[in-house]
């Protein structure tokens, strides 16, 4: 689950710069040796700057694949089963949080994967920058901060301007996979969804569980908490 609340910079269509909301809250805590370890070690060969030119992923993988964004890998678990599971497509996993990037990257190096990159930060400013219009396969974000409390709905990720930026990523007939297990936010978000003009459901509301999906450590503890899950699947027109 990915959370973030300092603002970052964004440029309007004149060329300005203003102050977007970001959509996760920056922890802080001491990493242990072996999370640092790898940080140090494994970014070099499989990490990718969030801000810059835009990548070139034949270039970044060494081949020519469809290739599938992240957003918010968590600890990394459920991202590397579905590369390892899913070889003929590449994975680029987007995250904030300094220990789930290293143990996503342990996990690459345990099971020798060879499809997947590791985005360390803003995963709105890897699209914006990064990522070129109309070119990824999939887009996944699975339990995204639901920030329950009113005054901080602004910091979601699944509101129309986000959801058209992540939209104007996809290419035509490319999925958007989205899972949450807060109802208030579920709706919100298929709302949203249904809104953008680009999109379309896949399913009459909800999408029943997707065999491609493993179960994390925090869906499990949703279950055991009574919490029901809401998946959601759309394409791009």
């Not at 409390?149 to 910091?155: F, G, V």
């Not at 029943?208 to 055991?224: D, F, N, V």
Request: a positive charge; charged letters at 25%.
């Amino acid at each position: 689950m990915c959370v973030q609340s300092k603002g970052g910079r964004t440029a309007t269509p004149g060329g300005r710069a203003q102050t977007r909301v970001q959509t996760y809250y920056g922890r802080r805590g001491r990493l242990r040796t072996r999370r640092r370890d790898a940080l140090a070690r494994l970014l070099r060969g499989y990490g990718v700057e969030v801000a810059g030119d835009r990548l070139d992923p034949a270039a970044l993988y060494g081949r020519q694949a469809p290739l599938v964004l992240e957003i918010g890998s968590g600890m990394g678990d459920a991202t590397a089963a579905m590369a390892a599971g899913d070889p003929d497509r590449d994975y680029l996993a987007a995250e904030v949080h300094a220990p789930g990037v290293a143990d996503l990257l342990l996990l690459v190096e345990e099971q020798g994967l060879t499809n997947v990159r590791v985005a360390h930060g803003d995963a709105l400013t890897l699209l914006e920058q990064r990522i070129a219009p109309d070119s990824l396969a999939a887009i996944h974000s699975f339990f995204p901060d639901p920030w329950p409390k009113a005054r901080h709905h602004k910091r979601r990720l699944f509101q129309p301007a986000h959801v058209a930026l992540l939209r104007s990523r996809l290419a035509p007939g490319a999925t958007l996979h989205a899972v949450t297990d807060w109802p208030d936010y579920a709706e919100v978000m298929l709302a949203t969804l249904e809104a953008d003009p680009g999109l379309v459901n896949a399913y009459q509301r909800w999408a029943p569980p997707q065999p491609h999906r493993p179960a994390t450590k925090y869906e499990q503890r949703a279950l055991a908490q009574g919490r029901s899950i809401h998946e959601l699947v759309f394409h791009r027109r």
